[in-house]
Structure formats: C-alpha cells, structure tokens
Nanobody, 121 residues
Framework: QVQLVESGGGLVQPGGSLRVSCTVS????????MGWYRQAPGKQRELVAT???????NYADFVKGRFTISRDNAKKMVYMQMNNLKPEDTAVYYC???????????????WGQGTQVTVSS
C-alpha cells in the first residue's frame, strides 16, 4: 500500500518560517509530479506548489517568493520551505503525488493525511 505522511507543521508567528516534509512509502515503481495543497476552514482545497521529477517547480501566485518546494527522489520525499508566513497561510497542508505502483499499473494520485500550519501572534 502506498502511503504519504506529512510532518513539520505547527504554530508560528507572522513573518516566521516552517518547513513541511512528506515521505512516500510502500510499493512504488516511480513517482511523477509531487505537490502541496492546503485547505483553510470553510474554504476549498487549493494548489500551493508542484514539482516534477525533473525538479521543475510551479507556485500559486500567493506564495511566490515566499515558499520553496523541493524533492529528494532517492528518499522519496518532498519538502516545502515556507518563509515570511502570514495569518492567511493558516491551513491544513496536504502532500500529493502521482505514483506508478508497478510498471504495469496506471498513474494514480495519492494524498497524505495533512499537517496543520497555524500562523498567529
């Protein structure tokens, strides 16, 4: 079974920094694009950033210049460094990955359980 597990969330003051991490485990043939999404209370889940297996990154406008996504293909991990955090960044952050479990299976999308990030003074 493929599992994605996030870590690194927490409480931080405005202007502070956090790094969230996501580890992929289980039966995996290959990992395609990985990404981070977030969902604030009462709002829909939204895309924050994605990174291809060639390390090409894309960001939502509201995090450009503040967040940096990266991945370690050997460790099957994706990270997101979040700087200059704002109260509106408060949300549950979810890891997402497109994964081929076997060479003969199609690409499926998997999600982690989420990690809470709270930005407050």
């Amino acid at each position: 079974q493929v599992q994605l597990v996030e870590s690194g969330g927490g409480l931080v003051q405005p202007g502070g920094s956090l790094r969230v991490s996501c580890t992929v485990s289980g039966s995996i043939f290959d990992i395609s694009t990985m990404g981070w999404y977030r969902q604030a209370p009462g709002k829909q889940r939204e895309l924050v950033a994605t990174i291809s297996n060639n390390h090409d990154a894309n960001y939502a406008d509201f995090v450009k210049g503040r967040f940096t996504i990266s991945r370690d293909n050997a460790k099957k991990m994706v990270y997101m460094q979040m700087n200059n955090l704002k109260p509106e960044d408060t949300a549950v952050y979810y890891c997402n990955a497109g994964i081929y479990a076997h060479w003969y299976t199609p690409l499926n999308t998997y999600w982690g359980q989420g990690t809470q990030v709270t930005v407050s003074s």
